[in-house]
């Protein structure tokens, strides 16, 4: 009776994260359809086959707790709750959008969620994460912050700054090394000296470990113990997840560089595929599957039109939210 009941909690969590995934994909490719026609204003950074670091991770946070993105946000402000209609009129460049059609894709926060924002600054979430880390414990809150970057993240200094920040205070932050294996155009392997994340990590006493990040579920457990680690006050973490971006580095990059070969192999490491395969292992029907696919792309098709037909920010509010660098105030 016991095991019945451990198994369907463990079905309902991994049906959570494929929903979750697909939701994503779902949205990166509604937007990037929009994109190529002319409709968006704009680059779009997509995260398209590495969503199974954005849905492992914030399965195991709470509303309360926050997190930080960077450039190729899309996935984890979804995973972490951020409402798709204003994410999607951002990115239209509307004024129902979170940041009122001002920030764009790079931009987006939803502070209602916990989602404090993307970030164009390579590594500049990092800082801005041990800060919040440190407010939550002068706060005397049990939230933690969830701190996602790449692996071109970690060649700048903000890097260990923040690793060292955040050891040195044991403060409750679960840094998260998205590790695509390139930096932009640029091979990670080329332009990163020694073993990367976690040696450097552990260098200064952040306890960390690597797992594949197109595994759902081994991201979710990896994801679940160190953020209750976290959680219990015993410092910081780094979780280093390795993962391959299917698509160009943003929207009009063809990424025509990287050999077929080694594209056609990650195709068959995606993690949508892999966690559909476990499930249907599992006995989960195939119909169900198809109608969490079809759910999800009404629900992003539904925020694309929903985005187009909104009206563009007033001019007048131009200089609102804005830090006027002459007047240095916020409107
Ligand atoms: C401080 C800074 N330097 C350079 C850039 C230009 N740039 C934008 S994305 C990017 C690559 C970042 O690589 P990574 O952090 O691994 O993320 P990925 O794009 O692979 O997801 C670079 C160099 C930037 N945005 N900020």
């Known amino acids: 009776?016991?095991?019945?009941?451990?198994?369907?909690?463990?079905?309902?969590r991994l049906i959570e994260l494929y929903r979750t995934m697909v939701r994503i994909r779902a949205f990166e490719e509604t937007a990037l359809a929009a994109h190529r026609a002319g409709l968006m204003?704009?680059?779009?950074?997509a995260s398209?086959?590495?969503?199974?670091?954005?849905?492992?991770?914030?399965l195991n946070l709470r509303r309360d707790d926050r997190i930080t993105s960077n450039h190729r946000g899309h996935g984890h402000a979804i995973a972490k709750g951020a409402g798709v209609a204003g994410m999607m009129a951002e990115l239209f460049g509307r004024a129902g959008g979170h940041c009122g059609g001002k920030g764009g894709?790079?931009?987006?926060?939803?502070?209602?969620?916990?989602?404090?924002?993307?970030?164009?600054?390579?590594?500049?979430?990092?800082?801005?994460?041990v800060g919040a880390?440190?407010?939550?414990?002068?706060?005397?809150?049990?939230?933690?912050?969830?701190c996602f970057f790449g692996d071109g993240a970690i060649n700048r200094g903000p890097f260990l700054e923040g690793l060292n920040w955040a050891a040195l205070y044991r403060l409750p932050v679960l840094f998260v090394c998205e590790d695509n294996g390139v930096a932009a155009?640029?091979?990670?392997?080329?332009?990163?000296?020694?073993?990367?994340?976690?040696?450097?990590?552990?260098?200064?006493?952040?306890?960390?470990?690597?797992?594949?990040?197109?595994?759902?579920?081994?991201?979710?457990?990896?994801?679940?113990r160190l953020a209750a680690a976290v959680r219990r006050g015993d410092g910081p973490r780094l979780l280093h997840l390795r993962t391959y971006r299917l698509l160009g580095h943003t929207s009009t990059d063809q990424a025509a560089w990287r050999p077929e070969q080694e594209v056609a192999e990650a195709r068959a490491r995606d993690p949508i595929a892999r966690l559909r395969a476990r499930l249907l292992g599992e006995g989960v029907a195939a119909a169900a599957l198809d109608a969490i696919i079809a759910g999800a792309e009404a629900e992003m098709s539904a925020a694309r039109?929903?985005?187009?037909?909104?009206p563009w920010p007033d001019p007048a509010t131009a200089w609102?939210?804005?830090?006027?660098?002459?007047?240095?105030?916020?409107a």
């Open 1 to 12: 009776m016991a095991e019945t009941a451990l198994a369907g909690h463990n079905m309902c």
């Open 41 to 45: 204003p704009g680059p779009l950074h």
């Open 48 to 58: 398209i086959g590495q969503e199974a670091v954005a849905a492992g991770v914030c």
């Open 105 to 129: 894709s790079m931009h987006i926060a939803d502070f209602s969620v916990g989602m404090l924002g993307a970030n164009g600054v390579v590594a500049g979430g990092i800082p801005i994460a």
């Open 133 to 146: 880390a440190q407010g939550l414990r002068l706060l005397g809150s049990d939230a933690i912050v969830a």
């Open 185 to 224: 155009f640029t091979r990670a392997g080329e332009v990163t000296a020694g073993p990367g994340a976690v040696a450097r990590a552990q260098a200064i006493g952040v306890a960390a470990e690597s797992v594949d990040g197109n595994d759902a579920v081994a991201v979710d457990a990896a994801a679940g």
């Open 305 to 310: 039109d929903a985005a187009l037909a909104a």
């Open 320 to 330: 609102t939210d804005v830090l006027d660098a002459d007047r240095q105030e916020v």
